[in-house]
Protein backbone atom coordinates (compact mmCIF):
# COMPACT_ATOMS: atom_id res chain seq x y z
CA UNK A 1 0.00 0.00 0.00
CA UNK A 2 2.66 2.51 1.04
CA UNK A 3 4.88 1.33 -2.13
CA UNK A 4 2.46 2.56 -4.37
CA UNK A 5 1.77 5.87 -2.13
CA UNK A 6 5.88 6.58 -2.24
CA UNK A 7 5.78 5.54 -5.83
CA UNK A 8 5.29 8.92 -7.62
CA UNK A 9 3.14 7.71 -10.75
CA UNK A 10 5.10 8.03 -13.95
CA UNK A 11 4.13 10.05 -17.10
CA UNK A 12 0.72 10.07 -17.50
CA UNK A 13 -0.17 7.55 -14.35
CA UNK A 14 -2.71 4.70 -14.02
CA UNK A 15 -5.67 6.59 -15.12
CA UNK A 16 -3.56 7.81 -17.85
CA UNK A 17 -3.48 3.87 -18.78
CA UNK A 18 -6.92 3.02 -18.25
CA UNK A 19 -8.38 6.00 -20.42
CA UNK A 20 -5.69 4.77 -23.28
CA UNK A 21 -6.89 1.32 -22.98
CA UNK A 22 -10.32 2.54 -23.33
CA UNK A 23 -9.53 4.78 -26.43
CA UNK A 24 -7.32 2.03 -28.17
CA UNK A 25 -9.79 -0.90 -27.61
CA UNK A 26 -9.08 -4.18 -27.79
CA UNK A 27 -5.34 -3.70 -29.78
CA UNK A 28 -4.01 -1.58 -26.61
CA UNK A 29 -1.07 -2.31 -25.11
CA UNK A 30 -2.64 -3.09 -21.50
CA UNK A 31 -5.45 -5.57 -23.13
CA UNK A 32 -3.02 -7.20 -24.48
CA UNK A 33 -0.58 -7.77 -21.61
CA UNK A 34 -4.10 -8.73 -19.58
CA UNK A 35 -5.17 -11.13 -22.26
CA UNK A 36 -1.62 -12.85 -21.85
CA UNK A 37 -2.43 -12.92 -18.03
CA UNK A 38 -3.96 -16.24 -17.66
CA UNK A 39 -4.62 -16.61 -14.10
CA UNK A 40 -6.55 -12.93 -14.24
CA UNK A 41 -7.87 -14.25 -17.32
CA UNK A 42 -9.68 -17.00 -15.52
CA UNK A 43 -10.36 -14.40 -12.43
CA UNK A 44 -12.35 -12.34 -15.44
CA UNK A 45 -14.65 -15.08 -16.12
CA UNK A 46 -15.08 -16.31 -12.98
CA UNK A 47 -15.85 -12.65 -11.30
CA UNK A 48 -18.19 -12.13 -14.31
CA UNK A 49 -20.14 -15.53 -14.27
CA UNK A 50 -20.57 -14.84 -10.51
CA UNK A 51 -22.07 -11.45 -11.25
CA UNK A 52 -24.44 -12.60 -13.82
CA UNK A 53 -25.48 -15.18 -11.32
CA UNK A 54 -26.08 -12.61 -8.92
CA UNK A 55 -28.09 -10.18 -10.96
CA UNK A 56 -30.15 -12.73 -12.77
CA UNK A 57 -30.84 -15.00 -9.63
CA UNK A 58 -34.49 -15.02 -9.25
CA UNK A 59 -34.80 -16.22 -12.84
CA UNK A 60 -31.69 -18.69 -12.78
CA UNK A 61 -32.73 -20.49 -9.63
CA UNK A 62 -34.87 -23.65 -10.20
CA UNK A 63 -37.11 -23.12 -7.06
CA UNK A 64 -38.08 -20.66 -4.58
CA UNK A 65 -35.11 -20.34 -1.97
CA UNK A 66 -37.43 -20.14 0.92
CA UNK A 67 -40.02 -22.34 -0.06
CA UNK A 68 -40.26 -25.09 2.51
CA UNK A 69 -40.31 -28.69 1.71
CA UNK A 70 -40.71 -31.73 4.33
CA UNK A 71 -40.15 -34.11 1.63
CA UNK A 72 -36.65 -32.44 0.29
CA UNK A 73 -35.37 -32.90 4.17
CA UNK A 74 -31.55 -33.19 4.00
CA UNK A 75 -32.16 -34.93 0.30
CA UNK A 76 -28.93 -35.92 -1.33
CA UNK A 77 -29.04 -34.40 -5.22
CA UNK A 78 -31.51 -35.47 -7.25
CA UNK A 79 -33.75 -34.64 -10.01
CA UNK A 80 -36.17 -31.95 -8.39
CA UNK A 81 -33.47 -30.84 -6.19
CA UNK A 82 -30.15 -30.76 -8.12
CA UNK A 83 -27.49 -30.07 -5.35
CA UNK A 84 -30.15 -31.92 -2.49
CA UNK A 85 -32.07 -30.32 -0.14
CA UNK A 86 -31.19 -28.39 3.62
CA UNK A 87 -32.85 -28.86 7.14
CA UNK A 88 -36.15 -27.44 6.26
CA UNK A 89 -35.78 -28.88 2.75
CA UNK A 90 -35.15 -26.02 0.77
CA UNK A 91 -33.46 -26.14 -2.24
CA UNK A 92 -29.76 -25.85 -2.40
CA UNK A 93 -29.18 -25.19 -5.81
CA UNK A 94 -31.00 -21.64 -5.21
CA UNK A 95 -30.33 -21.20 -1.91
CA UNK A 96 -26.54 -20.97 -3.50
CA UNK A 97 -27.69 -18.47 -6.72
CA UNK A 98 -29.85 -16.22 -4.66
CA UNK A 99 -26.34 -16.28 -2.15
CA UNK A 100 -24.13 -15.12 -4.87
CA UNK A 101 -26.82 -11.75 -4.53
CA UNK A 102 -26.24 -11.75 -0.90
CA UNK A 103 -22.77 -11.57 -0.90
CA UNK A 104 -22.06 -9.43 -3.70
CA UNK A 105 -24.79 -6.68 -2.39
CA UNK A 106 -23.00 -6.77 0.50
CA UNK A 107 -19.56 -6.38 -1.18
CA UNK A 108 -20.65 -3.40 -3.35
CA UNK A 109 -22.30 -1.65 -0.46
CA UNK A 110 -19.20 -1.66 1.69
CA UNK A 111 -16.79 -0.99 -1.31
CA UNK A 112 -19.22 2.41 -1.78
CA UNK A 113 -19.15 3.80 1.53
CA UNK A 114 -15.58 2.96 1.89
CA UNK A 115 -14.28 4.37 -1.29
CA UNK A 116 -16.23 7.49 -1.10
CA UNK A 117 -15.40 7.95 2.44
CA UNK A 118 -11.78 6.92 2.48
CA UNK A 119 -11.45 8.70 -0.28
CA UNK A 120 -12.40 12.26 1.20
CA UNK A 121 -11.15 11.69 4.63
CA UNK A 122 -7.55 10.59 2.64
CA UNK A 123 -8.10 13.77 0.68
CA UNK A 124 -8.71 16.10 3.44
CA UNK A 125 -6.26 14.95 5.80
CA UNK A 126 -3.18 15.61 2.77
CA UNK A 127 -4.54 18.44 0.87
CA UNK A 128 -5.32 20.30 4.29
CA UNK A 129 -2.64 19.23 6.53
CA UNK A 130 -2.10 19.91 10.01
CA UNK A 131 -4.36 19.35 12.80
CA UNK A 132 -6.80 18.01 10.24
CA UNK A 133 -4.87 15.45 8.98
CA UNK A 134 -3.21 14.37 12.61
CA UNK A 135 -6.87 14.27 13.81
CA UNK A 136 -7.96 11.87 10.87
CA UNK A 137 -4.36 9.67 10.59
CA UNK A 138 -5.28 9.32 14.17
CA UNK A 139 -8.68 7.63 13.79
CA UNK A 140 -6.70 5.70 11.01
CA UNK A 141 -4.19 4.41 13.59
CA UNK A 142 -6.32 3.53 15.91
CA UNK A 143 -8.49 0.98 13.41
CA UNK A 144 -5.45 -0.06 12.18
CA UNK A 145 -4.65 -0.94 16.10
CA UNK A 146 -7.73 -3.37 16.22
CA UNK A 147 -7.45 -6.71 14.32
CA UNK A 148 -9.94 -6.21 11.37
CA UNK A 149 -12.65 -9.30 12.31
CA UNK A 150 -12.63 -8.61 16.78
CA UNK A 151 -13.28 -4.70 15.32
CA UNK A 152 -16.37 -6.19 13.44
CA UNK A 153 -16.97 -8.37 15.94
CA UNK A 154 -17.09 -5.80 18.58
CA UNK A 155 -19.41 -3.48 16.37
CA UNK A 156 -21.66 -6.83 15.70
CA UNK A 157 -21.73 -7.38 20.08
CA UNK A 158 -23.06 -3.91 20.12
CA UNK A 159 -25.58 -3.33 17.27
CA UNK A 160 -27.22 -7.08 17.12
CA UNK A 161 -26.48 -8.92 14.08
CA UNK A 162 -27.77 -8.11 10.49
CA UNK A 163 -26.83 -7.22 7.02
CA UNK A 164 -27.11 -3.46 8.11
CA UNK A 165 -24.28 -4.52 11.01
CA UNK A 166 -22.10 -6.33 8.52
CA UNK A 167 -22.30 -3.11 5.85
CA UNK A 168 -21.38 -0.92 9.10
CA UNK A 169 -18.83 -2.92 10.67
CA UNK A 170 -16.64 -3.99 7.13
CA UNK A 171 -16.65 -0.17 6.31
CA UNK A 172 -15.27 0.76 9.34
CA UNK A 173 -12.53 -1.92 9.57
CA UNK A 174 -12.07 -1.08 5.52
CA UNK A 175 -12.48 2.62 4.64
CA UNK A 176 -8.82 3.44 6.75
CA UNK A 177 -6.60 1.62 4.18
CA UNK A 178 -8.08 3.69 1.47
CA UNK A 179 -7.86 7.05 3.22
CA UNK A 180 -3.77 6.49 3.97
CA UNK A 181 -3.89 5.25 0.20
CA UNK A 182 -5.79 8.32 -1.05
CA UNK A 183 -3.43 10.65 1.14
CA UNK A 184 -0.54 10.01 0.26
CA UNK A 185 -1.34 10.18 -3.24
CA UNK A 186 -2.44 13.52 -2.71
CA UNK A 187 0.74 14.52 -1.31
CA UNK A 188 2.55 13.51 -4.25
CA UNK A 189 0.47 15.60 -6.30
CA UNK A 190 -0.11 18.22 -4.64
CA UNK A 191 3.17 20.51 -5.45
CA UNK A 192 2.21 20.05 -9.37
CA UNK A 193 2.40 23.35 -10.65
CA UNK A 194 -1.20 22.83 -11.57
CA UNK A 195 -2.07 23.00 -8.31
CA UNK A 196 -0.56 26.31 -7.61
CA UNK A 197 -1.69 27.90 -10.79
CA UNK A 198 -5.23 26.62 -9.73
CA UNK A 199 -4.86 28.29 -6.20
CA UNK A 200 -3.00 31.52 -7.85
CA UNK A 201 -6.43 31.72 -9.93
CA UNK A 202 -8.31 31.71 -6.91
CA UNK A 203 -10.13 28.23 -7.28
CA UNK A 204 -11.73 27.32 -3.58
CA UNK A 205 -10.32 24.56 -2.24
CA UNK A 206 -13.29 21.76 -2.28
CA UNK A 207 -12.91 22.69 -6.49
CA UNK A 208 -9.24 21.84 -6.32
CA UNK A 209 -9.89 18.73 -4.53
CA UNK A 210 -12.83 17.21 -6.80
CA UNK A 211 -11.73 19.00 -10.55
CA UNK A 212 -7.87 18.90 -10.17
CA UNK A 213 -7.13 16.10 -7.71
CA UNK A 214 -9.13 13.69 -7.81
CA UNK A 215 -9.02 12.89 -11.78
CA UNK A 216 -5.22 12.14 -10.69
CA UNK A 217 -5.60 9.60 -7.97
CA UNK A 218 -8.78 7.71 -8.64
CA UNK A 219 -7.38 4.93 -10.58
CA UNK A 220 -4.93 3.74 -8.25
CA UNK A 221 -7.43 4.07 -5.58
CA UNK A 222 -10.00 2.36 -7.43
CA UNK A 223 -7.61 -0.60 -8.30
CA UNK A 224 -6.78 -1.16 -4.46
CA UNK A 225 -10.49 -0.99 -3.40
CA UNK A 226 -11.02 -3.88 -6.56
CA UNK A 227 -8.75 -6.07 -5.00
CA UNK A 228 -10.11 -5.71 -1.37
CA UNK A 229 -13.53 -7.66 -3.20
CA UNK A 230 -12.61 -10.88 -2.16
CA UNK A 231 -11.56 -10.07 0.93
CA UNK A 232 -14.62 -8.40 1.82
CA UNK A 233 -16.69 -11.23 0.52
CA UNK A 234 -14.69 -13.47 3.03
CA UNK A 235 -15.52 -11.02 5.84
CA UNK A 236 -18.88 -11.09 5.13
CA UNK A 237 -19.06 -15.04 4.78
CA UNK A 238 -17.20 -15.63 7.69
CA UNK A 239 -19.51 -12.98 10.19
CA UNK A 240 -22.31 -15.03 8.55
CA UNK A 241 -20.69 -17.95 9.60
CA UNK A 242 -20.35 -17.15 13.22
CA UNK A 243 -24.07 -16.07 13.14
CA UNK A 244 -23.15 -12.35 13.63
CA UNK A 245 -24.33 -11.61 9.71
CA UNK A 246 -26.47 -11.87 7.57
CA UNK A 247 -29.65 -13.82 8.53
CA UNK A 248 -31.91 -15.91 7.92
CA UNK A 249 -34.34 -16.29 5.70
CA UNK A 250 -31.49 -14.74 3.27
CA UNK A 251 -29.13 -17.09 2.17
CA UNK A 252 -25.83 -16.77 2.83
CA UNK A 253 -23.10 -18.69 1.83
CA UNK A 254 -21.46 -18.55 5.53
CA UNK A 255 -24.40 -19.29 7.14
CA UNK A 256 -25.28 -22.30 4.58
CA UNK A 257 -21.69 -23.82 5.07
CA UNK A 258 -22.95 -23.34 9.28
CA UNK A 259 -26.03 -25.00 9.02
CA UNK A 260 -24.58 -27.97 7.08
CA UNK A 261 -21.79 -28.30 9.63
CA UNK A 262 -24.58 -30.32 11.89
CA UNK A 263 -24.90 -32.85 9.32
CA UNK A 264 -21.69 -32.79 7.45
CA UNK A 265 -21.43 -37.02 8.83
CA UNK A 266 -24.48 -37.70 6.62
CA UNK A 267 -25.48 -34.91 4.81
CA UNK A 268 -22.59 -32.60 3.25
CA UNK A 269 -23.98 -31.19 0.54
CA UNK A 270 -25.15 -28.31 2.13
CA UNK A 271 -21.63 -27.28 3.53
CA UNK A 272 -19.83 -29.03 0.79
CA UNK A 273 -21.27 -26.94 -2.12
CA UNK A 274 -21.76 -23.47 -0.90
CA UNK A 275 -18.27 -23.93 0.77
CA UNK A 276 -16.94 -24.55 -2.74
CA UNK A 277 -19.49 -21.84 -4.36
CA UNK A 278 -17.65 -19.29 -1.72
CA UNK A 279 -14.38 -20.82 -2.34
CA UNK A 280 -14.43 -20.35 -5.86
CA UNK A 281 -15.80 -16.81 -6.01
CA UNK A 282 -13.16 -15.31 -3.86
CA UNK A 283 -10.45 -16.99 -5.60
CA UNK A 284 -11.97 -15.89 -9.15
CA UNK A 285 -11.80 -11.66 -7.63
CA UNK A 286 -8.23 -12.25 -6.24
CA UNK A 287 -7.46 -13.49 -9.51
CA UNK A 288 -8.56 -10.47 -11.34
CA UNK A 289 -7.09 -8.58 -8.16
CA UNK A 290 -3.48 -9.51 -8.88
CA UNK A 291 -3.79 -9.45 -12.68
CA UNK A 292 -5.37 -5.90 -12.22
CA UNK A 293 -2.40 -4.84 -10.04
CA UNK A 294 1.02 -6.02 -11.77
CA UNK A 295 -0.46 -4.86 -15.12
CA UNK A 296 -1.50 -1.03 -13.40
CA UNK A 297 1.45 -0.75 -11.01
CA UNK A 298 4.84 0.15 -12.60
CA UNK A 299 7.64 -0.99 -10.84
CA UNK A 300 6.10 -4.85 -11.16
CA UNK A 301 5.25 -4.38 -14.60
CA UNK A 302 8.91 -3.66 -16.04
CA UNK A 303 10.11 -6.89 -14.36
CA UNK B 1 17.37 3.28 18.56
CA UNK B 2 17.21 3.14 22.30
CA UNK B 3 14.90 6.49 22.15
CA UNK B 4 12.42 4.85 19.44
CA UNK B 5 12.13 2.13 21.01
CA UNK B 6 10.77 4.06 23.89
CA UNK B 7 9.08 6.29 21.85
CA UNK B 8 6.85 3.43 20.44
CA UNK B 9 6.33 1.70 23.17
CA UNK B 10 4.68 5.69 24.79
CA UNK B 11 2.84 5.58 21.38
CA UNK B 12 0.68 2.29 22.53
CA UNK B 13 -0.54 3.77 25.72
CA UNK B 14 -2.84 5.84 23.91
CA UNK B 15 -3.76 3.47 21.32
CA UNK B 16 -4.50 0.84 24.16
CA UNK B 17 -6.21 3.77 26.11
CA UNK B 18 -8.76 4.61 23.55
CA UNK B 19 -9.11 0.86 23.05
CA UNK B 20 -10.25 -0.02 26.97
CA UNK B 21 -12.62 3.65 26.46
CA UNK B 22 -13.73 1.96 23.46
CA UNK B 23 -15.04 -1.63 24.81
CA UNK B 24 -16.31 0.66 28.10
CA UNK B 25 -18.72 2.70 25.79
CA UNK B 26 -19.44 -0.31 23.89
CA UNK B 27 -20.66 -1.61 27.15
CA UNK B 28 -22.96 0.72 27.85
CA UNK B 29 -24.72 0.94 24.74
CA UNK B 30 -25.23 -2.84 24.32
CA UNK B 31 -29.12 -3.56 24.53
CA UNK B 32 -31.14 -4.73 27.15
CA UNK B 33 -30.55 -4.36 31.03
CA UNK B 34 -28.24 -7.10 32.51
CA UNK B 35 -29.36 -7.12 36.02
CA UNK B 36 -33.15 -7.57 34.68
CA UNK B 37 -31.34 -10.54 32.25
CA UNK B 38 -29.72 -12.20 35.52
CA UNK B 39 -32.81 -11.96 37.80
CA UNK B 40 -35.05 -13.50 35.33
CA UNK B 41 -37.96 -15.20 36.94
CA UNK B 42 -37.48 -13.50 40.21
CA UNK B 43 -37.58 -9.57 38.51
CA UNK B 44 -39.86 -8.73 41.07
CA UNK B 45 -37.31 -8.34 43.71
CA UNK B 46 -36.44 -5.44 44.41
CA UNK B 47 -33.68 -6.11 47.00
CA UNK B 48 -32.13 -8.57 44.93
CA UNK B 49 -32.16 -6.42 41.90
CA UNK B 50 -30.52 -3.18 44.07
CA UNK B 51 -27.91 -6.09 45.58
CA UNK B 52 -26.80 -7.31 42.42
CA UNK B 53 -26.40 -3.48 40.86
CA UNK B 54 -24.50 -2.88 43.64
CA UNK B 55 -22.08 -6.20 43.35
CA UNK B 56 -21.69 -4.83 39.52
CA UNK B 57 -21.21 -1.30 40.27
CA UNK B 58 -24.14 -0.26 38.10
CA UNK B 59 -25.61 1.93 40.78
CA UNK B 60 -22.63 4.03 40.73
CA UNK B 61 -22.15 7.33 38.43
CA UNK B 62 -21.15 6.33 34.75
CA UNK B 63 -17.21 8.32 35.63
CA UNK B 64 -16.89 6.16 38.90
CA UNK B 65 -17.63 2.63 36.96
CA UNK B 66 -14.83 3.70 34.31
CA UNK B 67 -11.96 4.70 37.20
CA UNK B 68 -12.94 1.32 38.97
CA UNK B 69 -13.11 -0.49 34.84
CA UNK B 70 -9.78 1.40 34.11
CA UNK B 71 -8.04 0.34 37.65
CA UNK B 72 -9.47 -3.15 37.24
CA UNK B 73 -7.43 -3.71 33.70
CA UNK B 74 -4.54 -3.28 35.28
CA UNK B 75 -4.60 -5.82 38.32
CA UNK B 76 -6.25 -8.37 35.71
CA UNK B 77 -10.20 -7.37 37.26
CA UNK B 78 -12.19 -6.63 34.33
CA UNK B 79 -15.27 -6.99 36.71
CA UNK B 80 -17.90 -9.91 36.68
CA UNK B 81 -19.61 -11.55 34.24
CA UNK B 82 -23.76 -10.61 33.27
CA UNK B 83 -23.79 -14.70 32.23
CA UNK B 84 -23.09 -16.23 35.42
CA UNK B 85 -23.70 -13.91 38.68
CA UNK B 86 -21.18 -12.92 40.51
CA UNK B 87 -18.12 -14.89 38.86
CA UNK B 88 -15.09 -12.30 37.43
CA UNK B 89 -14.81 -12.51 33.96
CA UNK B 90 -11.03 -13.32 34.42
CA UNK B 91 -12.73 -16.53 36.22
CA UNK B 92 -14.67 -17.70 32.63
CA UNK B 93 -11.67 -16.50 30.52
CA UNK B 94 -8.56 -17.81 32.33
CA UNK B 95 -8.82 -21.29 31.45
CA UNK B 96 -8.75 -20.66 27.84
CA UNK B 97 -6.01 -17.73 28.34
CA UNK B 98 -3.67 -19.79 26.77
CA UNK B 99 -5.08 -21.58 23.95
CA UNK B 100 -5.08 -19.00 21.18
CA UNK B 101 -1.96 -17.98 21.39
CA UNK B 102 -1.11 -21.58 21.35
CA UNK B 103 -2.58 -22.52 18.17
CA UNK B 104 -1.47 -19.09 16.56
CA UNK B 105 2.21 -19.79 17.20
CA UNK B 106 1.79 -23.40 16.41
CA UNK B 107 0.06 -22.41 13.12
CA UNK B 108 2.92 -19.91 12.47
CA UNK B 109 5.69 -22.29 13.32
CA UNK B 110 4.56 -24.43 10.37
CA UNK B 111 3.38 -21.26 7.96
CA UNK B 112 6.87 -19.62 8.59
CA UNK B 113 9.16 -22.51 6.63
CA UNK B 114 6.88 -23.95 4.80
CA UNK B 115 5.99 -20.60 2.95
CA UNK B 116 9.43 -19.86 2.36
CA UNK B 117 10.22 -22.87 0.75
CA UNK B 118 7.32 -22.75 -1.52
CA UNK B 119 7.93 -19.54 -2.63
CA UNK B 120 11.73 -19.92 -3.16
CA UNK B 121 10.92 -23.00 -4.88
CA UNK B 122 8.85 -20.54 -7.30
CA UNK B 123 10.59 -18.02 -7.53
CA UNK B 124 13.63 -19.93 -8.86
CA UNK B 125 11.60 -21.31 -11.64
CA UNK B 126 9.96 -18.04 -12.84
CA UNK B 127 7.19 -18.88 -15.33
CA UNK B 128 7.57 -22.31 -15.79
CA UNK B 129 4.47 -24.54 -15.94
CA UNK B 130 5.68 -25.70 -11.88
CA UNK B 131 5.59 -21.98 -11.07
CA UNK B 132 2.09 -21.63 -12.66
CA UNK B 133 0.74 -24.04 -10.22
CA UNK B 134 2.49 -23.07 -6.91
CA UNK B 135 0.72 -19.21 -7.66
CA UNK B 136 -2.49 -21.17 -8.33
CA UNK B 137 -2.05 -23.16 -5.64
CA UNK B 138 -1.39 -20.42 -3.31
CA UNK B 139 -3.92 -17.69 -4.83
CA UNK B 140 -6.46 -20.28 -3.48
CA UNK B 141 -5.20 -21.19 -0.40
CA UNK B 142 -5.10 -17.05 0.31
CA UNK B 143 -8.78 -17.05 -1.08
CA UNK B 144 -10.85 -20.14 0.26
CA UNK B 145 -11.99 -19.30 3.83
CA UNK B 146 -10.69 -21.14 6.99
CA UNK B 147 -14.15 -22.55 7.90
CA UNK B 148 -15.07 -23.64 3.82
CA UNK B 149 -11.29 -25.75 4.14
CA UNK B 150 -12.49 -27.02 7.47
CA UNK B 151 -16.03 -28.04 5.97
CA UNK B 152 -13.79 -30.19 3.28
CA UNK B 153 -11.15 -31.24 5.45
CA UNK B 154 -13.40 -32.57 8.33
CA UNK B 155 -15.18 -34.45 5.70
CA UNK B 156 -12.50 -36.21 3.84
CA UNK B 157 -10.17 -36.61 7.05
CA UNK B 158 -12.50 -37.02 10.12
CA UNK B 159 -15.23 -38.39 8.56
CA UNK B 160 -14.59 -40.26 5.48
CA UNK B 161 -11.09 -41.46 6.37
CA UNK B 162 -11.25 -41.51 10.08
CA UNK B 163 -7.42 -40.53 10.74
CA UNK B 164 -8.01 -37.97 13.23
CA UNK B 165 -11.01 -36.38 15.80
CA UNK B 166 -14.02 -34.28 14.44
CA UNK B 167 -13.84 -31.68 17.06
CA UNK B 168 -12.58 -31.66 20.42
CA UNK B 169 -9.89 -30.06 22.35
CA UNK B 170 -7.01 -31.94 24.57
CA UNK B 171 -4.81 -34.58 22.46
CA UNK B 172 -2.48 -33.82 20.04
CA UNK B 173 -4.72 -35.74 16.98
CA UNK B 174 -7.54 -33.21 18.08
CA UNK B 175 -5.16 -30.18 17.17
CA UNK B 176 -3.63 -31.47 13.91
CA UNK B 177 -6.47 -30.19 11.51
CA UNK B 178 -7.66 -26.78 13.37
CA UNK B 179 -3.73 -25.90 12.91
CA UNK B 180 -3.12 -27.31 9.86
CA UNK B 181 -5.90 -25.36 8.75
CA UNK B 182 -4.92 -22.08 10.51
CA UNK B 183 -1.54 -22.37 9.44
CA UNK B 184 -3.02 -22.82 5.33
CA UNK B 185 -3.87 -18.88 4.65
CA UNK B 186 -0.51 -17.45 5.85
CA UNK B 187 1.60 -20.31 4.69
CA UNK B 188 0.06 -18.68 0.96
CA UNK B 189 0.86 -15.53 1.93
CA UNK B 190 4.47 -15.89 3.21
CA UNK B 191 5.03 -17.94 -0.07
CA UNK B 192 3.35 -15.48 -2.06
CA UNK B 193 5.57 -12.46 -0.54
CA UNK B 194 8.75 -14.79 -0.49
CA UNK B 195 8.33 -15.21 -4.39
CA UNK B 196 8.26 -11.66 -5.09
CA UNK B 197 10.96 -10.56 -2.61
CA UNK B 198 13.33 -13.52 -4.31
CA UNK B 199 12.91 -12.23 -7.88
CA UNK B 200 13.24 -9.04 -6.68
CA UNK B 201 16.55 -9.78 -4.66
CA UNK B 202 18.01 -11.86 -7.61
CA UNK B 203 17.97 -9.33 -10.06
CA UNK B 204 20.29 -7.23 -7.76
CA UNK B 205 24.05 -6.43 -8.81
CA UNK B 206 25.43 -8.44 -5.33
CA UNK B 207 23.67 -11.27 -6.80
CA UNK B 208 25.39 -11.04 -10.30
CA UNK B 209 29.42 -10.45 -8.26
CA UNK B 210 28.69 -13.06 -6.55
CA UNK B 211 28.17 -15.71 -9.67
CA UNK B 212 30.46 -13.68 -11.57
CA UNK B 213 32.94 -14.97 -8.71
CA UNK B 214 31.91 -18.20 -9.84
CA UNK B 215 29.97 -19.14 -6.48
CA UNK B 216 27.93 -21.87 -6.54
CA UNK B 217 24.09 -21.76 -7.42
CA UNK B 218 22.63 -22.71 -4.14
CA UNK B 219 25.23 -20.94 -2.66
CA UNK B 220 24.04 -17.40 -4.31
CA UNK B 221 20.36 -18.31 -3.19
CA UNK B 222 20.35 -19.47 -0.14
CA UNK B 223 23.83 -17.18 1.30
CA UNK B 224 23.24 -14.12 -0.35
CA UNK B 225 19.68 -13.83 -2.08
CA UNK B 226 17.26 -16.07 0.98
CA UNK B 227 18.92 -14.20 4.04
CA UNK B 228 18.07 -10.70 2.27
CA UNK B 229 13.93 -11.71 1.39
CA UNK B 230 13.52 -12.43 5.40
CA UNK B 231 14.13 -8.99 6.60
CA UNK B 232 10.88 -7.71 4.56
CA UNK B 233 9.18 -10.65 5.48
CA UNK B 234 9.69 -9.86 8.98
CA UNK B 235 7.51 -7.24 8.69
CA UNK B 236 4.72 -8.45 7.50
CA UNK B 237 4.62 -11.03 10.88
CA UNK B 238 2.21 -8.42 12.74
CA UNK B 239 -0.13 -8.50 9.99
CA UNK B 240 -0.06 -12.63 9.70
CA UNK B 241 -0.78 -12.83 13.26
CA UNK B 242 -3.57 -10.36 13.17
CA UNK B 243 -4.89 -13.01 11.32
CA UNK B 244 -4.36 -15.64 12.47
CA UNK B 245 -6.22 -14.33 15.99
CA UNK B 246 -9.01 -13.59 13.53
CA UNK B 247 -8.61 -17.32 12.34
CA UNK B 248 -8.88 -18.80 16.16
CA UNK B 249 -12.62 -17.33 16.67
CA UNK B 250 -13.68 -19.43 13.24
CA UNK B 251 -11.60 -22.12 13.87
CA UNK B 252 -12.31 -22.66 18.07
CA UNK B 253 -15.88 -22.50 16.91
CA UNK B 254 -15.68 -25.15 14.64
CA UNK B 255 -13.71 -27.79 16.37
CA UNK B 256 -15.33 -27.13 19.45
CA UNK B 257 -12.33 -25.79 21.46
CA UNK B 258 -12.36 -23.84 24.61
CA UNK B 259 -10.11 -20.94 23.62
CA UNK B 260 -10.85 -17.50 24.08
CA UNK B 261 -12.22 -16.67 20.25
CA UNK B 262 -15.00 -19.29 20.82
CA UNK B 263 -15.44 -17.88 24.17
CA UNK B 264 -16.16 -14.29 22.72
CA UNK B 265 -17.89 -16.01 19.95
CA UNK B 266 -20.53 -17.61 22.53
CA UNK B 267 -20.78 -14.29 25.00
CA UNK B 268 -22.07 -12.58 22.37
CA UNK B 269 -24.74 -14.56 21.98
CA UNK B 270 -25.35 -15.17 26.17
CA UNK B 271 -25.23 -11.10 25.69
CA UNK B 272 -21.96 -11.17 28.32
CA UNK B 273 -20.57 -8.44 27.28
CA UNK B 274 -18.37 -7.90 29.62
CA UNK B 275 -16.74 -11.27 28.94
CA UNK B 276 -17.17 -10.33 25.28
CA UNK B 277 -14.73 -6.54 25.83
CA UNK B 278 -12.16 -8.27 27.93
CA UNK B 279 -11.24 -10.56 25.24
CA UNK B 280 -11.17 -7.76 23.07
CA UNK B 281 -9.12 -5.87 24.90
CA UNK B 282 -6.67 -8.92 25.38
CA UNK B 283 -6.47 -9.68 22.07
CA UNK B 284 -6.26 -5.97 20.96
CA UNK B 285 -2.95 -5.59 23.39
CA UNK B 286 -1.95 -8.71 22.29
CA UNK B 287 -1.82 -7.85 18.61
CA UNK B 288 -0.25 -4.58 19.49
CA UNK B 289 2.57 -5.91 21.24
CA UNK B 290 3.75 -7.98 18.67
CA UNK B 291 3.26 -5.49 16.01
CA UNK B 292 5.54 -3.59 18.69
CA UNK B 293 8.20 -6.79 19.20
CA UNK B 294 8.46 -6.84 15.36
CA UNK B 295 8.84 -3.76 14.51
CA UNK B 296 11.77 -3.00 17.05
CA UNK B 297 13.59 -6.62 15.96
CA UNK B 298 13.23 -4.86 12.08
CA UNK B 299 15.38 -2.24 13.14
CA UNK B 300 17.89 -4.36 15.00
CA UNK B 301 18.41 -7.10 11.95
CA UNK B 302 18.70 -4.33 9.23
CA UNK B 303 21.87 -2.29 9.50
CA UNK B 304 20.01 0.00 6.92
CA UNK B 305 17.10 1.00 9.36
CA UNK B 306 17.94 3.82 10.99
CA UNK B 307 15.28 5.39 13.18
CA UNK B 308 15.25 8.90 13.82
CA UNK B 309 12.20 11.79 12.63
CA UNK B 310 9.25 10.78 11.45
CA UNK B 311 10.83 8.02 8.75
CA UNK B 312 9.76 5.16 11.06
Not at chain 2, 158 to 173: C, D, E, M
Not at chain 2, 258 to 279: C, E, K, N, W
Amino acid sequence: MTAIGQERPRGRGHLGDLLAWLRRGAKSDFWLRFRRNRNAVSGAIIVALVTLTAVFAPALAPRDFESINMLAVWSPPTGDNLLGGDALGRDILSRVIVGARVSLLVAISVLAITLTFGTAMGMIAGYFGGWTDTLIMRVVDIIFAFPELILAILVAAVMGPGKLTVIIALSLVWWPGIARLTRSLVLSWKSELFVDAAIASGTRPHRILIRHLLPNIVAPIIVRASIGVGFIIMAEATLSFLGIGVQEPEPTWGGMIRDGLVSLRTEPYLSLFSSLALGITIIGFNLLGDGMRDLLDPRIRDR
Amino acid sequence: MGLYAIRRVFGLVPVLFIAVVLTFIANQFVPGDPILILLSDQSGDPVLEARLRADYGLDRPLFEQFVTYIQGIFTGDFGLSFRFANVPVIDVIKTGLLISPVLAIAALTIAVPLGIVLGTFAALRRDTLADTAVILVLVAGISIPNFAMAAFLVFLFAIKLNVVPVAGWGSFQQAVLPVVILAVPPTAYIARLSRTYMLEVLQQDYIRTARAKGLRDHLVTYRHALRNTLVPLLTTIGIIFGGLLSGTFVIETIFNIPGLGSMAIQSVFARDYPVTMAIVLLFTAFYSGINLVVDLLYGLIDPRIRFGGDAA
